[in-house]
C-alpha cells in the first residue's frame, strides 16, 4: 500500500500546471546559475589586491568553489533521501535566509592582511568566512530543484538532465556579461548591491518552486522509488569522477596560462569558465548541436593542437594564445563531458551523478590549482592533463589495420628513446633536433590524431603518443640556451642561460623581466659593476628619469623601487643615496641574491633587506614626504596587478613623494594600453604626467623599447624631462573612465592596444 504525504493534493497536474511548473523551475534553476557563477569573478576581483594581483588567486578561487560546489551537491543528495516532503523546502528555504542576512558581499573581518606565506590556505580561509554560507546554498539548487522537479509529476520528470543546460545557460551568460558589460559598467559595490538584490529574488523563485512540489501529487515521488532502475557500479562512479576532474583541471591550467601574459582579470577567468559551462549546456541537450562522435573524432586533433601551441609559444600573438588554447580545451572539454551525458543514470540516482560530477570537479581543481604548484618548478599540469585527456576517450572497438597495431609499443618505445636520449648527450643529432624541436614535437602529436583517426587505435596508444610528444617538449624548450624554473604562489619564472653563457635572462611567462650581460663579446667574463640593461638602461625611460631626478635635486635621492626583479636597478643607485624595494614574492628575492642566476645585488646592494608583502599595504606604512622619487614596476610579465594603478593607489604615492618628488610608473605591456590609465589616475590626484615610449633598437643587446609615465606636481619637479622631445605632456582621455579601487576595465585596455596597431 502506497503511503502519501498527507500535505500533497492527489489530483493529476493539468497541462497549465505543468506549463506553470516548467517554467518557474527553469527560471529559478536560470537565476540561480546566474548568480552562482557570477559572484566568483565578482568576489575574486575584491580580493585580489590583497595578494599582488596574482592569477593564483583565481586558482585557488576555483578550487574553493569547486569544493563548495561538492558540499551543495552532497547536502541536496542527502536532503532528498528524506521521504517527507515539506522537510527539504523547509530547510533550504531557512538555509537560503540566514545567508541572505550576511550579504552584501564583503571581506570578512580580520582578514585584510595576508601572511607572508601559505597564501593558498590562508585564502580558502578568506573565502570560506566570507562567502561560505551563501556560495554553499546557491551550490545546492541545481540538483536539489531537479530533484524536487521530478518529483511535481512533471512529464519531463524522468529525464530532468534538459534542466542541466538551463543551469549552465544561465552560468554561461553570467560569465560572459560580467567582463562585457557588468565590469565596464558598474563599480564594485554596484555590481555587489545588483547581487545581493538577484539572491533575494532568488529566494522567492524557490519558495514558489517549494509549493508548487508540495501541492503536486505524492505519488510522483513514489514511482520515482519504485522504479527498477539498476544502480550504477562503482567502476562506472570511478569513471564519472575521472571523466569530471580531466576537464576541471584543464580549466585551471588553461587559465593560468593564457592569463599569465595579459592580466589578472575577470575577463581572463571567464572566457574558459563560459566555454567550459558551454560544454555541459550543449552535451546535455536532448538533440546535441555537436554530436558526441564528432567531439570524439575532433579531439585528438585538439590535443594536437595544444602540443603545437606549446612547442612554438604563440603568446607573442594575443589572438593565437586566447583562441588556439581556448578552442582546443573546448574540444576537449566536450568530449568529456559528452562521455558523462552519454553514461548518465536514471533520474532515481540523479543527484548521486551531480554529487560524482563535483568530487571530480573539486578533484581536478585540487590537483591544478593547490597541489601542482607545490609539487612541480613548472606547469606541469597542463601537459599531464592534455595527456590524460586521451584516456577519456571510450574503449575503442575494433582496431583497424591490427597488424600495423600490434607493432606500435615496439615503434613508440624506439621512437622515444631516438627523440628523448639525444636531449642529454651533444652531437648532430642533438643539434638537429634543437633546430627543429617544434617540427618533432608537432609531427609526434600529430601521430597521436593520426592513430585516432586512422587506425581507431585505444585510448592507451595515444595517451602514450601524447606523453612522447610533450616529453619532447620539456626535453626541447622553445627558449634558446639552458633553462631552469623557480616556481611559487605568485607564478613560474624562468632563468635562461643563453648560448655560450652571454646573458642571463629572467623571464615571466614569454616576456623578459630583467637579463644580465656575463660574458662579453669575445666570451672573457664581465667584471666590476655589472650595467642596468632591458628596461633599465640608463638611455631608457626609467634612466633618464631617475637621472633627471637627481641633477634636479642636486645631490643623492631617496628613492623607493616597488617589484625587485632581477635586481637591476640597485646597480642605478649612487654612493650616499637610499634606495628601498618593496616586493611580494620571496623567492624572487631569493632568485636575485643567488649569484649563479644573478649578481647585480651582490656587486651593488649586498645589504639589500626588501621589504615582503602587496606593496598597496607595505608601502602605504611608510613616513608621508619621505621620497624624491618612486618607481612602480610591479608587473610581472604582462600580467599586470590591476590595484597599483588606480587612484587609490596614486593617491599612496604623490603622500609619501617629498615636496618636489616624482612617480615613475613603468607600462611597457603587450596586451594592454596602460598609459593613458596612469594618466588618468595622476590626473585626479592632480599631478601632471609626461609619456615616454621608445624603441631602442638594441634588443640584440636585451636592451628594450620601454613604455614610462611620470607623474609630478609641477613641471619643475621633473627637471629637463618637461623640456625633452622624447617626452610628451599628456591630459587624461575624457571619455575614459578612470580606474579605481571600486572599477577598471582590462577589456578597454586590450581594445585600445589593437585599435593603436602596437600589439
Known amino acids: 500500500m502506497l503511503s502519501r504525504d498527507p500535505s500533497a ?4 497536474p493539468s497541462a497549465s500546471r505543468n506549463r506553470l511548473v516548467l517554467i518557474v523551475y527553469t527560471f529559478a534553476i536560470f537565476v540561480s546559475a546566474l548568480l552562482l557563477f557570477s559572484v566568483q569573478p565578482l568576489f575574486t576581483k575584491m580580493v585580489l589586491p590583497r595578494l599582488g594581483g596574482s592569477t593564483a588567486v583565481w586558482s585557488v578561487a576555483m578550487v574553493f568553489f569547486q569544493s563548495l560546489l561538492l558540499a551543495g551537491y552532497a547536502y541536496a543528495h542527502y536532503l532528498m533521501q528524506l521521504r517527507n516532503r515539506l522537510i527539504p523546502v523547509a530547510v533550504h528555504l531557512v538555509l537560503l535566509v540566514i545567508a541572505l542576512l550576511t550579504l552584501p558581499l564583503s571581506i570578512a573581518n580580520g582578514w585584510g592582511e595576508p601572511p607572508t606565506s601559505g597564501y593558498a590556505f590562508w585564502l580558502l580561509g578568506l573565502f570560506a568566512v566570507s562567502i561560505g554560507l551563501p556560495f554553499f546554498a546557491l551550490a545546492a539548487n541545481n540538483p536539489l530543484l531537479q530533484a524536487w522537479f521530478v518529483r511535481t509529476g512533471h512529464p519531463s520528470g524522468p529525464d530532468p538532465y534538459f534542466l542541466y543546460a538551463s543551469s549552465n545557460i544561465g552560468s554561461f551568460l553570467a560569465l560572459l556579461s560580467y567582463p562585457v558589460l557588468l565590469e565596464p559598467m558598474f563599480t564594485l559595490r554596484a555590481q555587489n548591491m545588483i547581487w545581493t538584490g538577484g539572491y533575494a529574488l532568488l529566494i522567492v523563485l524557490i519558495a514558489s518552486c517549494g509549493v508548487l512540489l508540495l501541492r503536486s501529487p505524492a505519488v510522483a515521488g513514489v514511482d520515482l522509488d519504485d522504479a527498477e532502475a539498476p544502480a550504477p557500479p562503482w567502476i562506472l562512479r570511478a569513471r564519472w569522477i575521472f571523466l569530471a576532474a580531466v576537464p576541471s583541471g584543464l580549466l585551471i591550467a588553461v587559465t593560468a596560462h593564457i592569463s599569465t601574459d595579459v592580466a589578472a582579470a575577470p575577463l581572463l577567468w571567464v572566457l574558459p569558465l563560459s566555454l567550459y559551462l558551454l560544454t555541459w549546456v550543449l552535451v546535455f541537450q536532448s538533440h546535441p548541436l555537436l554530436p558526441h562522435k564528432w567531439m570524439l573524432m575532433a579531439q585528438p586533433l585538439a590535443i594536437t593542437g595544444v602540443i603545437v601551441l606549446l612547442a612554438v609559444g604563440g603568446e607573442q600573438n594575443l589572438l593565437l594564445t586566447l583562441g588556439g588554447h581556448q ?6 572539454a566536450m568530449a568529456c563531458h559528452g562521455e558523462l551525458a552519454r553514461t548518465r543514470p536514471a533520474a532515481k540516482y540523479l543527484t548521486g551523478f551531480y554529487v560524482a560530477l563535483s568530487f571530480g570537479g573539486m578533484v581536478g581543481g585540487f590537483f591544478a590549482g593547490l597541489l601542482a604548484p607545490f609539487i612541480f618548478s613548472w606547469i606541469a599540469e597542463y601537459p599531464i ?9 571510450p574503449p575503442g572497438g575494433e582496431e583497424r589495420f591490427p597488424r600495423w597495431s600490434s607493432w606500435y609499443w615496439p615503434f613508440l618505445a624506439v621512437l622515444a628513446v631516438v627523440l628523448i ?13 634543437v633546430a627543429h624541436r617544434v617540427w618533432v614535437a608537432a609531427a609526434v602529436g600529430a601521430l597521436s590524431a593520426l592513430l585516432a583517426l586512422g587506425l581507431n587505435a585505444n585510448r592507451w596508444k595515444i595517451f602514450a603518443t601524447v606523453a612522447v610528444a610533450l616529453v619532447l617538449i ?3 624548450p622553445a627558449d634558446e640556451g639552458r633553462v ?12 635562461v642561460v643563453t648560448p655560450r653563457g652571454r646573458y642571463h635572462v629572467l623571464m615571466h611567462g614569454t616576456t623578459i623581466h630583467g637579463a644580465e650581460k656575463f660574458r662579453n663579446n669575445d666570451g672573457t667574463p664581465v667584471t666590476g659593476r655589472p650595467e642596468a640593461i632591458t628596461y633599465y638602461h640608463r638611455d631608457g625611460g626609467i634612466g633618464q628619469a631617475i637621472a633627471a631626478v637627481r641633477e634636479r635635486k642636486g645631490g643623492p635621492i631617496r628613492v623607493a623601487v616597488i617589484g625587485l626583479g632581477a635586481g637591476t636597478l640597485t646597480c642605478a643607485s649612487e654612493p650616499g643615496e637610499n634606495w628601498k624595494f618593496f616586493e611580494i614574492d620571496q623567492t624572487m628575492v631569493d632568485t636575485a641574491r643567488d649569484p649563479k642566476y644573478f649578481t647585480y645585488i651582490q ?13 598597496r599595504l607595505t608601502f602605504a606604512k611608510e613616513p608621508d614626504g619621505l621620497y624624491d622619487l618612486i618607481i612602480v614596476d610591479a608587473y610581472s610579465s604582462d600580467a599586470i596587478p590591476i590595484h597599483l594603478a588606480t587612484v587609490e593607489a596614486m593617491k599612496i604615492y604623490k603622500d609619501k613623494l617629498a615636496p618636489q618628488g616624482a612617480v615613475v610608473m613603468h607600462v611597457s605591456n603587450r596586451h594592454l594600453e596602460l598609459s593613458s590609465v596612469v594618466v588618468g589616475i595622476a590626473e585626479e590626484n592632480d599631478l601632471k604626467s609626461w609619456v615616454y615610449s621608445e624603441d631602442s633598437n638594441r634588443d640584440n643587446e636585451y636592451i628594450f623599447a620601454t613604455s614610462v609615465v611620470v607623474s609630478a606636481r609641477e613641471e619643475a619637479d621633473v627637471g629637463k624631462l618637461a623640456s625633452s622631445e622624447n617626452w610628451t605632456l599628456d591630459e587624461a582621455e575624457e571619455n575614459q573612465r578612470v580606474w579605481t579601487d571600486d572599477y577598471s576595465n582590462v577589456l578597454g585596455a586590450v581594445w585600445r592596444r589593437l585599435r593603436d596597431g602596437e600589439q
Open 603 to 615: 656587486n651593488c646592494e649586498p645589504d639589500l633587506k626588501p621589504v615582503i608583502g602587496d606593496a
Open 9 to 12: 493534493v492527489t489530483d493529476q
Open 385 to 393: 592533463l592534455l595527456a590524460l585527456a586521451a584516456l577519456c576517450r
Open 474 to 476: 620539456r626535453a626541447y
Open 484 to 495: 631552469e624554473t623557480v616556481r611559487s604562489f605568485f607564478g613560474v619564472h624562468k632563468i
Open 327 to 332: 578552442l582546443c580545451f573546448f574540444v576537449i
Open 421 to 433: 636520449a639525444p636531449s642529454w648527450s651533444n652531437g648532430k643529432i642533438m643539434s638537429w633536433l
